[in-house]
């Protein structure tokens, strides 16, 4: 895939339409997020769609396919707002073209424009290599494992990475203006 082929966009109602069939082809599979399954479209956009402060994006091809989506904010509300974490899938039939890296590069420079201090993932399967790798290759460092916290469907239970990069930002700013929320 061209980058030029390629759109990042904020996310909108109306795409919601084609990211649904995404996420339950993602969640379904039982590898990467442990999100219930047989959720409701409703129940799929309360969950995705994420509001201000945070940001939800699509990675768009040429022919208005949705191919992935991303979702960022805080990672925690008041005095761990300073901190953000982002989620991302990418369709299945659109994997190794590159789509996650850039949804990656996108939530990164998201977050330093928005001051955050640094972007943390919560949760990323030990055995997803194709994610923690492009996690690492972008400057992320797995800081602690937590030992069997995912049911994988074909491994059982496998360990959660949380994961971390620190960001050039205006920290001291940032936990002041969250301390006066």
Known sequence: MSPHSLTIREATAADLLQFIPIFQAIVAAGETYAYPENLSDAEIG?????????????????????????????????????????????????????????????????????????????????????AVHLWQSLGFAVMTTIPEAFGHSRLGWVGLHVMYQALVSKHADRVSDTARR
């Open 46 to 130: 309360g969950l995705w769609l994420e509001k201000p402060p945070g940001r939800c994006v699509v990675a768009v091809g040429a022919d208005g396919t949705v191919l992935g989506s991303a979702k960022m904010g805080p990672n925690r509300p008041g005095r761990g707002a300073h901190i953000a974490t982002a989620s991302f899938m990418v369709a299945p039939a659109a994997r190794g073209r590159g789509i996650g890296r850039r949804l990656g590069k996108d939530a990164l420079r998201w977050a330093r424009e928005q001051g955050y201090a640094g972007m943390q993932f919560n949760a990323v399967v030990e055995t997803n290599r194709a």
